[in-house]
């Protein structure tokens, strides 16, 4: 036991810490869009080693400029990202002997689990945007990659499964286990969450391998992870609705209100790469203009959802409790993933809807005034994550931590 007289709020452990690796890793991959749509890179769908090196070298100053903040990023968060994986792995294998874990497995708290292999998942696409930016040569060897990656994805992907398993076989096979009172939040989604991160992972090979074998196993690990994702959270979003409407929304779990939009982000670039490997192997054909009208309606659901979210916390009063006054919550951290999501959303919608439909042009005054608001929520979901860690894992005493259910 920690003593609150001296403990940080994460000596209180919650399974939902390694939340904090997850929202690392997503601002990792929001440095690595500044590659992607900045840097050319022809002869393959993503920035390499030596692109990067290339452009550094013949580019403008701006160009220079962004390149380096775009490695410092990279660099950074990928290393906080494996930090705090490790951190919540060694903790949690401690943590697992103590009552308050037998304690979470006999509740609905037990989905907070798949919070782990959310993490796992992040960590694998983080250190495969690693190996592209930072690994010269890597390009050559990739197709030997990809079946080891699409392995630990599959891996990722039963640990997820055996995890929900449990959880819906226990409470789907007796009556009155599952409390309903306590299911007024979207904390359920963490699950289909989990399951999204690994299906888009499964689906990088897709749009990268030359191999039709590859492509076609990646399309269909990917869309099987990708449908049960999509299905479980439609179950878990319409049932929880219904409580909220009844119980009110969880004060601690306000934020999770927001998983939608992190969800659509990260089921909307594997549908993305699922339509680049079906184009270039398969020779199935999906229009710039289809694309554009696919991610606009994905942003139309997360702008939705998003508001809904934030005008609950500010009618909840959810940041002067969490963020800045005297109680803590490791669900905080959720906060994280939507606005990463957001600039990450962003930088598709603008570069591979509007740039590639020829709306607007690519380095104009349009362009760099929508990519400032995806900037924007990329800035401030540091700021939020500099504070979240200085708040939960620094020195200062905690006075009150509440658990998110």
Not at 19 to 25: D, R
Not at 42 to 53: H, K, L, N, R
Not at 187 to 196: E, G, I, K, V, Y
């Amino acid at each position: 036991m920690s003593n609150p007289a001296t403990s940080r709020p994460a000596d209180t452990y919650s399974p939902l810490y390694f939340l904090t690796s997850v929202g690392a890793g997503g601002l990792a991959v929001t440095f690595f869009m500044y590659l992607m749509f900045w840097v050319k890179h022809p002869g393959q769908p993503v920035p390499v080693f030596e692109d990067i090196a290339r452009a550094w070298a013949g580019g403008s100053l701006p160009l220079q400029v962004g390149i380096a903040v775009a490695l410092i990023g990279i660099a950074v968060f990928a290393f906080l990202n494996l930090k705090y994986l490790v951190w919540n792995l060694s903790r949690f294998a401690a943590w697992r002997k103590t009552p308050a874990y037998a304690k979470l497995r006999a509740s609905n708290a037990e989905s907070q689990l798949l919070a782990m292999p959310l993490a796992i998942a992040m960590s694998i696409n983080g250190l495969f945007i690693v190996g592209l930016v930072f690994v010269p040569g890597l390009w050559g060897v990739v197709e030997y990659l990809f079946p080891l990656a699409m392995v630990a994805f599959a891996l990722n992907g039963l640990f997820a499964l055996r995890l929900i398993g449990h959880f819906l076989g226990r409470v789907l096979s007796d009556g009155g286990i599952f409390d309903v009172t306590a299911h007024n939040s979207f904390a359920q989604l963490l699950p289909s969450f989990a399951l999204a991160m690994t299906a888009v992972g499964l689906a990088a090979p897709a749009a990268m391998s030359t191999s039709p074998t590859v492509v076609a196993a990646s399309l269909i690990l990917s869309t099987i992870l990708g449908s049960m994702a999509l299905i479980y959270a439609i179950v878990a979003a319409v049932t929880a609705f219904n409580s909220m409407l009844h119980y009110g929304t969880a004060k601690e779990s306000g934020p999770t209100l927001m998983i939608i939009v992190p969800l659509m982000t990260i089921l909307g670039i594997m549908w993305m790469r699922q339509n680049h490997g079906l184009h270039t192997t398969f020779d199935e054909h999906t229009t710039d203009a289809g694309n554009l009208m696919l991610m606009t309606k994905l942003l139309a659901v997360q702008l939705t959802f998003g508001l809904l979210g934030l005008l609950v916390l500010a009618r909840q009063g959810y940041a002067k409790t969490f963020l800045t006054g005297d109680k803590n919550s490791p669900g905080s951290y959720a906060l994280v993933c939507p606005g990463v999501a957001m600039s990450v959303m962003l930088k598709f919608w603008i570069n591979k809807g509007l740039v590639a439909n020829g709306v607007i042009e690519k380095f104009g005054a349009a362009y760099w005034g929508f990519t400032a608001v995806a900037i924007a929520f990329q800035l401030a979901m540091v700021a939020l994550v500099w504070h979240l860690n200085r708040r939960h894992y620094g020195g200062h005493v905690p006075t009150n931590v509440v658990p998110a259910e």
